[in-house]
């Protein structure tokens, strides 16, 4: 069988469910929340992932409209705040061609991430007591490599070396081997990121190895490749000369108003300890 395409963890673990260095565990309430841990890198080699922890998310749909919504976005703000560092300032890149729809993720999520970090010069002492609850913020939406001739990560690590900040979190649109999983699931890892993996367009790598600061990717699938889902949905492999592409759902572009509006009000819940639902999703 040829090897599945997919940045999640619980997909990469399904076909390899007994890996020594490898645990699971499962919980949650608005999602199910399953969450893997690799011990090392050698643990993770089988699966094609780093050490880290991997946190998915998966609920029916994700939508404004779901009964459960609030849930949903605290429970994700909950399960981030874990990756979080207590204090300092946290960089939000989004990642992506806002141009190309099932790519949009990134940039849809940093346009409504609040910016804080500039506040503490531009309000007056007085302003600023109405806001002492909001940790400085920087978010950065820059494009992709044929739009600017620069690499995500060369971005990126130029922003770290200024502003120094305790963590980046990076959000990025993701591939996934199930149908089902499309617009669905929720990933987050602390392992970095390298942008475009899941589709074979591999970027420069983000990651505390290469920024020195804690990475925290997260991202939604908006793609499957043809061959996965075709084995996926038949069990035999396509012959290797049929020609392949990425496929996303017709309905993409509601699927990233309403994925993007999630992770950003979870994401403003995280980062702003007592914000709270209805302020978060003021912002939006």
Known sequence: MEPIRTDLAVERTAAAPSLPGVTQETRGNAFSVTEIRIKNDVCGAPIGKPAGRYVTLEAPAISRSSANY???AE????????????????????????????????????SKVLATRHLRTALTAEELTYLPE??????LAGGVLGQTGMESAELIEAVCKQIRPAAVVAVDALACAELSRLGTTI??????????SGVANHRAELSRRTLGVPVIALGIPTVVDLHTAVQGIYGKSVPKDRPNMMVTPRDIDRLIDHAGDLLACALNMALHDGMTFAQAEGLG
Not at 76 to 81: F, K, N, P
Not at 84 to 101: D, H, K, M, S, Y
Not at 134 to 139: I, K, Y
Request: aromatic share 4%.
């Open 134 to 139: 909001l940790r400085p913020v920087c978010v």
């Open 75 to 110: 429970e994700l703000a909950a399960e981030l705040g874990k990756f979080l560092p207590q204090e300092g300032c946290v960089f939000l890149a989004g990642l992506g061609n806002r141009a190309i729809t099932p790519d949009a993720l990134g940039p849809r999520v940093a």
């Open 70 to 72: 609030q849930e949903m």
């Open 187 to 196: 990933q987050m890892s602390d392992s970095g990121i390298s942008p475009g």
